[in-house]
């Protein structure tokens, strides 16, 4: 048997290890807690960018029964990225061709972000992000010769 000092440090030390794991759990949740809302905040801004640059391919490409080819040019940047709205309008609400359009509008519809923290994935698995959209006028919807072809 051993001498109660020895009994004590045991207990000591099997109080500190405790504690160590009880801390280190709730540390490392907060830290991915941490990681989780910066990708959140990266896949708020992709999504904003992809739909720019969504716009500016349906605009420059001027072929307006491709909404598959803008949607796979969307997805190389943001693969979350399931289903897209593209339309091409003129100001007095006439349907348009590519020569007579005045503007294009590209937008993500039903972009879910998955949260991989353990606490918040449990909660709330998938959170609805809000629809993003750009709208690009019809200056832009010309090629440039000059510069290299995204079509």
Known sequence: ????????????????????ALGLLV???F??????FARMLFTWNAASEVTRYGA????VCD???????????????LPQIEEIEV???????????????????????????????PIAGAVAPLIPMPKFSTYLPRE??????NSEAIC
């Open 56 to 59: 500016r391919y349906a605009a």
């Open 27 to 29: 540390f490392l949740t």
């Open 87 to 117: 339309n091409w309008s003129r100001a007095d609400g006439v349907a348009c061709t590519p020569s007579t359009c005045e503007a294009v509008t590209v937008g993500i519809k039903d972009l879910n972000y998955q949260w991989i923290s």
């Open 63 to 77: 072929d307006m029964t491709q909404q598959a080819e803008v949607l796979a040019q969307m997805q190389q940047l």
């Open 31 to 36: 830290a991915l807690g941490v990681v989780d």
């Open 1 to 20: 048997m051993k001498p109660a000092a020895l009994r004590s440090r045991d207990r000591i030390a099997g109080a500190t290890t405790i504690e160590f």
């Open 140 to 145: 832009v919807m010309r090629k440039d010769p």
